[in-house]
Protein backbone atom coordinates (compact mmCIF):
# COMPACT_ATOMS: atom_id res chain seq x y z
CA UNK A 1 0.00 0.00 0.00
CA UNK A 2 1.21 3.55 -0.96
CA UNK A 3 2.60 6.19 1.20
CA UNK A 4 -0.43 8.19 0.06
CA UNK A 5 -2.88 6.12 0.27
CA UNK A 6 -1.70 5.44 4.55
CA UNK A 7 -1.54 9.19 4.81
CA UNK A 8 -5.27 9.63 3.41
CA UNK A 9 -6.76 7.07 5.81
CA UNK A 10 -4.71 8.32 8.03
CA UNK A 11 -6.51 11.55 8.11
CA UNK A 12 -9.55 9.93 8.00
CA UNK A 13 -8.99 7.88 11.19
CA UNK A 14 -8.08 10.97 12.91
CA UNK A 15 -11.25 13.15 12.06
CA UNK A 16 -13.41 9.85 13.28
CA UNK A 17 -11.89 10.08 16.38
CA UNK A 18 -12.16 13.75 16.75
CA UNK A 19 -15.98 13.76 15.39
CA UNK A 20 -17.32 10.50 16.31
CA UNK A 21 -16.19 9.83 19.42
CA UNK A 22 -19.15 7.31 20.38
CA UNK A 23 -18.66 4.97 17.22
CA UNK A 24 -14.92 5.52 17.51
CA UNK A 25 -14.55 2.60 20.64
CA UNK A 26 -16.61 0.10 18.79
CA UNK A 27 -14.24 0.97 15.53
CA UNK A 28 -11.16 -0.15 17.86
CA UNK A 29 -12.60 -3.68 17.89
CA UNK A 30 -12.69 -4.67 14.14
CA UNK A 31 -9.69 -5.59 12.27
CA UNK A 32 -7.45 -3.09 10.58
CA UNK A 33 -8.54 -3.63 7.13
CA UNK A 34 -11.96 -2.96 8.53
CA UNK A 35 -11.51 -0.54 10.95
CA UNK A 36 -9.71 1.94 8.01
CA UNK A 37 -12.44 1.46 5.83
CA UNK A 38 -15.34 1.96 8.11
CA UNK A 39 -13.02 5.52 9.02
CA UNK A 40 -13.24 6.45 4.98
CA UNK A 41 -17.15 5.68 4.51
CA UNK A 42 -17.81 7.95 8.18
CA UNK A 43 -15.02 11.10 6.90
CA UNK A 44 -16.89 10.84 3.64
CA UNK A 45 -20.76 11.09 5.37
CA UNK A 46 -19.20 13.62 8.29
CA UNK A 47 -18.09 16.22 5.30
CA UNK A 48 -21.42 16.00 3.76
CA UNK A 49 -22.98 16.44 7.43
CA UNK A 50 -20.22 19.74 7.57
CA UNK A 51 -21.66 21.26 3.95
CA UNK A 52 -25.87 21.06 5.86
CA UNK A 53 -25.08 22.11 9.23
CA UNK A 54 -22.34 24.88 8.25
CA UNK A 55 -24.75 27.69 8.74
CA UNK A 56 -24.53 28.38 5.14
CA UNK A 57 -27.00 29.88 3.41
CA UNK A 58 -29.46 27.26 1.78
CA UNK A 59 -28.31 27.85 -2.61
CA UNK A 60 -24.39 28.11 -0.86
CA UNK A 61 -24.73 24.27 0.72
CA UNK A 62 -26.57 23.33 -1.95
CA UNK A 63 -23.76 23.94 -4.81
CA UNK A 64 -21.03 22.20 -2.20
CA UNK A 65 -22.99 19.18 -1.98
CA UNK A 66 -23.38 18.75 -5.41
CA UNK A 67 -19.45 19.30 -5.69
CA UNK A 68 -19.37 16.49 -3.19
CA UNK A 69 -21.35 14.43 -5.35
CA UNK A 70 -19.13 15.38 -8.31
CA UNK A 71 -16.15 13.80 -6.29
CA UNK A 72 -17.78 11.29 -5.51
CA UNK A 73 -18.37 10.22 -9.21
CA UNK A 74 -14.56 11.01 -9.86
CA UNK A 75 -13.65 8.95 -6.99
CA UNK A 76 -15.70 6.04 -8.37
CA UNK A 77 -14.23 6.34 -11.73
CA UNK A 78 -10.70 6.19 -10.39
CA UNK A 79 -9.69 9.64 -10.21
CA UNK A 80 -10.20 10.41 -6.08
CA UNK A 81 -9.31 14.19 -5.07
CA UNK A 82 -8.05 14.93 -1.69
CA UNK A 83 -7.58 12.07 1.24
CA UNK A 84 -11.27 11.21 1.97
CA UNK A 85 -11.62 10.26 -1.08
CA UNK A 86 -8.80 8.70 -1.96
CA UNK A 87 -9.34 6.43 0.87
CA UNK A 88 -13.04 5.69 0.47
CA UNK A 89 -12.34 4.83 -3.53
CA UNK A 90 -9.68 2.33 -2.19
CA UNK A 91 -12.12 0.89 0.19
CA UNK A 92 -14.99 0.59 -1.93
CA UNK A 93 -13.43 -1.52 -4.50
CA UNK A 94 -11.58 -3.55 -1.14
CA UNK A 95 -15.13 -4.42 -0.02
CA UNK A 96 -17.53 -3.78 -3.17
CA UNK A 97 -19.58 -1.50 -1.35
CA UNK A 98 -22.45 -0.83 -3.43
CA UNK A 99 -21.65 2.71 -4.59
CA UNK A 100 -25.33 3.69 -4.55
CA UNK A 101 -25.06 3.88 -0.68
CA UNK A 102 -23.22 6.87 -1.33
CA UNK A 103 -25.13 8.74 -3.92
CA UNK A 104 -28.56 7.32 -1.44
CA UNK A 105 -26.56 8.85 2.14
CA UNK A 106 -25.62 12.14 -0.59
CA UNK A 107 -29.22 12.90 -1.10
CA UNK A 108 -30.88 12.06 2.53
CA UNK A 109 -28.11 14.47 3.84
CA UNK A 110 -29.60 16.79 1.15
CA UNK A 111 -32.86 16.95 2.91
CA UNK A 112 -31.73 19.02 6.13
CA UNK A 113 -31.59 21.73 3.13
CA UNK A 114 -35.22 22.04 2.29
CA UNK A 115 -37.51 19.97 5.33
CA UNK A 116 -37.11 21.51 8.62
CA UNK A 117 -40.74 19.96 9.79
CA UNK A 118 -42.02 16.44 10.00
CA UNK A 119 -45.61 15.76 9.72
CA UNK A 120 -45.25 12.33 11.05
CA UNK A 121 -43.59 9.19 11.15
CA UNK A 122 -43.58 7.76 8.05
CA UNK A 123 -41.54 10.94 6.98
CA UNK A 124 -39.22 10.84 9.73
CA UNK A 125 -38.46 7.39 9.20
CA UNK A 126 -37.90 8.05 5.54
CA UNK A 127 -35.04 10.79 7.03
CA UNK A 128 -33.75 8.16 9.33
CA UNK A 129 -33.21 5.98 6.33
CA UNK A 130 -31.59 7.89 4.37
CA UNK A 131 -28.72 9.54 6.91
CA UNK A 132 -28.55 6.66 9.47
CA UNK A 133 -29.84 3.12 8.00
CA UNK A 134 -27.17 3.56 4.41
CA UNK A 135 -24.58 3.92 6.68
CA UNK A 136 -25.36 1.18 8.83
CA UNK A 137 -26.02 -0.79 4.85
CA UNK A 138 -22.93 0.16 4.07
CA UNK A 139 -20.87 -0.89 7.54
CA UNK A 140 -22.35 -4.39 7.17
CA UNK A 141 -21.07 -4.82 3.79
CA UNK A 142 -17.57 -3.97 4.89
CA UNK A 143 -17.97 -6.60 7.92
CA UNK A 144 -19.13 -8.96 5.99
CA UNK A 145 -22.45 -10.77 6.69
CA UNK A 146 -24.57 -13.90 6.27
CA UNK A 147 -28.55 -13.40 6.94
CA UNK A 148 -29.31 -11.59 3.54
CA UNK A 149 -32.11 -9.39 3.40
CA UNK A 150 -33.05 -10.13 6.70
CA UNK A 151 -29.33 -8.78 8.09
CA UNK A 152 -29.89 -5.82 6.00
CA UNK A 153 -33.22 -5.29 7.40
CA UNK A 154 -31.64 -5.31 10.74
CA UNK A 155 -29.22 -2.79 10.19
CA UNK A 156 -31.21 -0.53 8.48
CA UNK A 157 -33.69 -0.66 11.71
CA UNK A 158 -30.41 -0.20 14.36
CA UNK A 159 -29.38 2.93 12.20
CA UNK A 160 -33.03 4.33 12.76
CA UNK A 161 -32.45 3.23 16.37
CA UNK A 162 -29.47 5.47 16.60
CA UNK A 163 -30.61 8.34 14.67
CA UNK A 164 -34.19 8.55 16.63
CA UNK A 165 -31.59 8.63 19.64
CA UNK A 166 -29.36 11.75 18.23
CA UNK A 167 -32.99 13.58 17.50
CA UNK A 168 -33.80 13.08 20.85
CA UNK A 169 -30.63 14.24 22.54
CA UNK A 170 -30.33 17.00 19.81
CA UNK A 171 -33.46 18.52 20.36
CA UNK A 172 -32.35 22.12 21.76
CA UNK A 173 -28.59 22.22 19.31
CA UNK A 174 -31.51 21.39 16.11
CA UNK A 175 -33.64 23.70 17.26
CA UNK A 176 -31.35 26.53 17.24
CA UNK A 177 -30.86 25.75 13.51
CA UNK A 178 -34.56 25.98 12.69
CA UNK A 179 -34.99 22.50 12.88
CA UNK A 180 -37.71 19.85 14.61
CA UNK A 181 -37.64 16.58 14.08
CA UNK A 182 -40.24 15.26 16.69
CA UNK A 183 -43.05 14.41 14.47
CA UNK A 184 -45.84 17.35 14.55
CA UNK A 185 -48.84 15.46 14.66
CA UNK A 186 -47.26 13.89 17.83
CA UNK A 187 -46.71 16.27 19.45
CA UNK A 188 -50.08 17.83 18.69
CA UNK A 189 -51.45 14.58 20.10
CA UNK A 190 -49.56 15.07 23.66
CA UNK A 191 -50.99 18.25 24.22
CA UNK A 192 -47.63 20.07 23.90
CA UNK A 193 -46.66 22.14 21.09
CA UNK A 194 -43.69 23.39 19.03
CA UNK A 195 -43.47 26.50 20.85
CA UNK A 196 -42.73 25.17 24.31
CA UNK A 197 -40.22 22.56 22.48
CA UNK A 198 -38.42 25.49 21.09
CA UNK A 199 -38.77 27.60 24.37
CA UNK A 200 -37.36 24.11 26.61
CA UNK A 201 -40.83 23.78 28.58
CA UNK A 202 -40.67 20.65 30.97
CA UNK A 203 -44.32 20.06 31.40
CA UNK A 204 -46.10 16.56 31.70
CA UNK A 205 -47.05 16.35 28.52
CA UNK A 206 -43.52 17.24 27.28
CA UNK A 207 -42.51 14.43 29.69
CA UNK A 208 -45.18 12.15 28.05
CA UNK A 209 -43.99 12.95 24.79
CA UNK A 210 -40.36 11.98 25.06
CA UNK A 211 -41.40 8.95 26.98
CA UNK A 212 -42.95 7.98 23.87
CA UNK A 213 -40.31 9.20 21.88
CA UNK A 214 -37.86 6.70 23.97
CA UNK A 215 -40.09 3.41 23.45
CA UNK A 216 -40.16 3.73 20.37
CA UNK A 217 -36.33 3.73 19.72
CA UNK A 218 -35.84 1.24 21.75
CA UNK A 219 -38.08 -1.08 19.87
CA UNK A 220 -35.87 -0.04 16.86
CA UNK A 221 -32.62 -1.08 18.96
CA UNK A 222 -35.03 -4.36 20.00
CA UNK A 223 -35.05 -4.98 16.34
CA UNK A 224 -31.44 -3.32 15.58
CA UNK A 225 -30.40 -5.89 17.53
CA UNK A 226 -30.54 -8.87 15.82
CA UNK A 227 -28.23 -8.38 13.35
CA UNK A 228 -25.75 -9.24 15.28
CA UNK A 229 -25.65 -12.96 15.09
CA UNK A 230 -25.55 -12.47 11.36
CA UNK A 231 -22.19 -10.73 11.95
CA UNK A 232 -18.50 -12.44 12.27
CA UNK A 233 -17.49 -12.06 16.07
CA UNK A 234 -15.27 -8.74 15.88
CA UNK A 235 -17.83 -6.56 13.99
CA UNK A 236 -20.12 -8.31 16.26
CA UNK A 237 -18.86 -6.73 19.51
CA UNK A 238 -18.47 -3.08 17.58
CA UNK A 239 -22.11 -3.32 17.17
CA UNK A 240 -22.49 -4.29 20.09
CA UNK A 241 -20.72 -1.71 21.46
CA UNK A 242 -22.34 1.11 19.20
CA UNK A 243 -25.85 0.31 20.17
CA UNK A 244 -24.36 -0.13 23.75
CA UNK A 245 -23.86 3.47 24.02
CA UNK A 246 -26.76 4.81 22.14
CA UNK A 247 -28.51 2.65 24.33
CA UNK A 248 -27.43 3.99 27.84
CA UNK A 249 -27.85 8.01 26.09
CA UNK A 250 -31.64 7.00 25.56
CA UNK A 251 -32.28 5.45 29.13
CA UNK A 252 -30.28 8.53 30.45
CA UNK A 253 -33.18 10.64 28.47
CA UNK A 254 -35.73 8.45 29.66
CA UNK A 255 -34.79 8.66 33.32
CA UNK A 256 -34.67 13.06 33.43
CA UNK A 257 -36.09 14.22 30.03
CA UNK A 258 -35.38 17.61 31.32
CA UNK A 259 -31.50 16.41 30.80
CA UNK A 260 -31.58 17.39 26.92
CA UNK A 261 -32.40 21.12 27.74
CA UNK A 262 -29.36 21.37 30.52
CA UNK A 263 -26.57 19.78 29.04
CA UNK A 264 -25.47 17.14 26.15
CA UNK A 265 -26.29 13.47 27.57
CA UNK A 266 -23.69 11.53 26.78
CA UNK A 267 -21.68 8.20 27.92
CA UNK A 268 -18.32 8.88 29.90
CA UNK A 269 -14.67 7.24 28.61
CA UNK A 270 -14.86 4.58 31.28
CA UNK A 271 -18.51 3.63 30.15
CA UNK A 272 -17.58 3.41 26.57
CA UNK A 273 -14.59 1.32 27.47
CA UNK A 274 -16.39 -0.84 29.54
CA UNK A 275 -19.04 -1.03 27.29
CA UNK A 276 -16.24 -2.41 24.88
CA UNK A 277 -15.00 -5.12 26.83
CA UNK A 278 -18.35 -6.46 28.22
CA UNK A 279 -19.18 -6.86 24.20
CA UNK A 280 -16.04 -7.95 23.04
CA UNK A 281 -16.66 -10.83 25.63
CA UNK A 282 -19.89 -11.31 24.39
CA UNK A 283 -19.25 -11.83 20.87
CA UNK A 284 -16.53 -15.15 21.97
CA UNK A 285 -19.75 -16.54 22.96
CA UNK A 286 -20.83 -19.09 20.55
Aim: negative net charge; glycine residues 10%; hydrophobic residues 40%.
Amino acid sequence: MSGGLDAAYEYCRALTRHEASNFYYGFLLLPAPQRRAIYAAYAFARECDDIVDGGLAVEEARRLLGLQRKRLDECLAGEPDGPVFEALGDAVTRFHIPRGYFYELVDGVGADLTARRYADFDALKAYCYGVASIVGLISIEVFGYEGGEDARRHAADLGIALQLTNILRDIQEDGERGRVYVPQDEIDAFGYSERELLAGMVTPAYNQLVDFQTERAHEYFVEGRKLLPYLPRRARACVGVMAGIYESILAGIQRDPAAIFRRRVSVGTGARLMLAGRELVRSLVP
